[in-house]
């Protein structure tokens, strides 16, 4: 309904369509087409005997030449743009440019790395205070991860995101939390009813996983932690992916003794 005539729609997959547009004189009425076709998705959609919901879609555009440009090589840039969009949260378009090539470059290394990094240790931790504006004391400390990979030290921004994708974040979280652990065992030992507590995040991938509490409860088990000594992090948006699986899944971490507590709001 929203195509010029002569222009072909589509399905690649479960929920990826492609629209291919010949003849665009001008890459301006390829973006006005990408706005009127999320424009049309967003109408609220009436499914029978529930309530109305509405979708939106993430929209790559890539625009090339028949006598120089191979479909799957437009594709491919389309793809890329259209991950773009979803990661700046979705429901908008981008054209595909030579820096979001470089981008996906980077995440393909980045993919490749993360298969090996736990393994041949190159992951490490470190701890950020946090302190009592009163009393000025440490009163416990978040868990950070670092990965040394083989082109240097990667900030958490740039390969976290990847991981949470590919779902690797799931063994390098329980790797996280173990080292939580550890170190909340070890303070204990040391300091006793004054150690600090430690503070870990745990994503939205890791509280879907099927054997989180059942993992939890063996770490803290071989370490000798004390759960009330970690605070389980999770952000607003991890929260409210699932909700109510996920509130489950925080009721059992709550009722093993750990503290929750909900972030970036």
């Avoid at 030579?98 to 993919?111: D, F």
Wanted: with cysteine.
């Amino acid at each position: 309904e929203h195509v010029r005539p002569g222009d072909t729609v589509g399905r690649l997959a479960g929920d990826e369509f492609v629209v291919l547009c010949d003849q665009v004189e001008q890459p301006a009425a390829i973006s006005t087409l990408a706005e009127r076709l999320n424009d049309a998705l967003r109408e609220p959609v009436e499914i029978v005997g529930e309530r109305q919901i509405s979708v939106s879609a993430s929209i790559g555009v890539a625009v090339g030449h028949g006598s120089t440009h191979r479909g799957d090589d437009l594709l491919r840039s389309a793809d890329t743009a259209m991950y773009a969009v979803k990661q700046r949260g979705r429901d908008g378009w981008r054209f595909f440019s030579e820096s979001l090539e470089t981008e996906a470059r980077q995440r393909v290394a980045i993919m490749s790395g993360l298969r090996t990094a736990l393994e041949r240790e190159q992951f490490s931790i470190r701890f950020q205070p946090i302190v009592a504006v009163e009393s000025r004391q440490v009163i416990g400390a978040e868990i950070l991860l670092r990965w040394c990979s083989p082109q240097g030290e990667l900030p958490p921004s740039l390969f976290v995101p990847v991981a949470e994708s590919t779902g690797a974040i799931v063994p390098i979280g329980a790797w996280v939390f173990r080292q939580a652990c550890v170190a909340a065992a070890d303070w204990r030992a040391r300091f006793g009813a004054d150690a600090p507590y430690v503070s870990v995040n745990v994503s939205t991938r890791q509280l879907q996983a099927p054997h989180l509490i059942d993992d939890f409860m063996a770490v803290l088990s071989e370490t000798g932690a004390c759960p009330n000594d970690l605070v389980i992090e999770v952000t607003e948006t991890a929260l409210m992916s699932d909700t109510e699986s996920n509130l489950r899944t925080l009721r059992q971490l709550a009722d093993i003794g750990l503290r929750i507590a909900v972030v970036d709001f």
